[in-house]
């Protein structure tokens, strides 16, 4: 295992957030992380679909990450902007999100996210994403 990955997972069990929807970190790679998201009715609105607070969580995370994969060494990330467009109602069991970077530079990082809601052989993109993310230097 790389350092960026460790780093992406340490990183990723400390969110409070991810660990309280359910969320689970599937892969890193060089510009691209995925993020699985089980189905469960805590997560759901008012008609039963995942919310959409919860799908654009996820999927701001794995962009976020995927964005930290190509941060300058000593270096954070925090998202500025993002926009969200869903396709479809999150219906499935389960959803993957994923995100990857489309240009990385010094201070920001542009991305884009997408999420899959699988059920059975069933996959449909419900939500896509294009994010900015910052390259922050943490306080020492």
Same mark, same amino acid.
């Given at each position: 295992?790389?350092?960026?990955?460790?780093?992406?997972?340490?990183?990723?069990?400390?969110?409070?957030?991810?660990?309280?929807?359910?969320?689970?970190?599937?892969?890193?790679?060089?510009?691209?992380?995925?993020?699985?998201?089980?189905?469960?009715? /805590? #997560?759901?609105?008012?008609? !039963?679909? @995942?919310? +959409?607070?919860?799908?654009? =969580?996820?999927?701001?995370? %794995?962009?976020?990450?995927?964005?930290?994969?190509?941060?300058?060494?000593?270096?954070?990330?925090?998202?500025?902007?993002?926009?969200?467009?869903?396709?479809?109602?999150?219906?499935?069991?389960?959803?993957?999100?994923?995100?990857?970077?489309?240009?990385?530079?010094? /201070? #920001?990082?542009?991305?884009? !996210?997408? @999420?899959? +809601?699988?059920?059975?052989? =069933?996959?449909?993109?419900? %939500?896509?994403?294009?994010?900015?993310?910052?390259?922050?230097?943490?306080?020492?």
């Amino acid at each position: 295992m790389t350092d960026i990955q460790d780093r992406i997972e340490t990183s990723f069990t400390a969110q409070g957030l991810m660990h309280t929807l359910g969320a689970r970190l599937l892969s890193v790679q060089d510009g691209e992380v995925q993020i699985e998201l089980p189905y469960s009715t /805590t #997560l759901s609105q008012q008609l !039963g679909y @995942v919310h +959409a607070g919860a799908i654009t =969580s996820v999927v701001d995370s %794995a962009c976020g990450y995927a964005a930290l994969t190509k941060a300058p060494a000593g270096h954070e990330v925090v998202t500025a902007e993002f926009k969200t467009n869903f396709a479809r109602p999150a219906i499935g069991e389960r959803f993957i999100a994923t995100g990857r970077v489309e240009t990385a530079g010094k /201070t #920001l990082t542009v991305c884009r !996210g997408e @999420v899959v +809601a699988i059920s059975g052989e =069933s996959r449909k993109v419900v %939500a896509l994403m294009q994010a900015t993310i910052v390259n922050v230097k943490p306080n020492a």
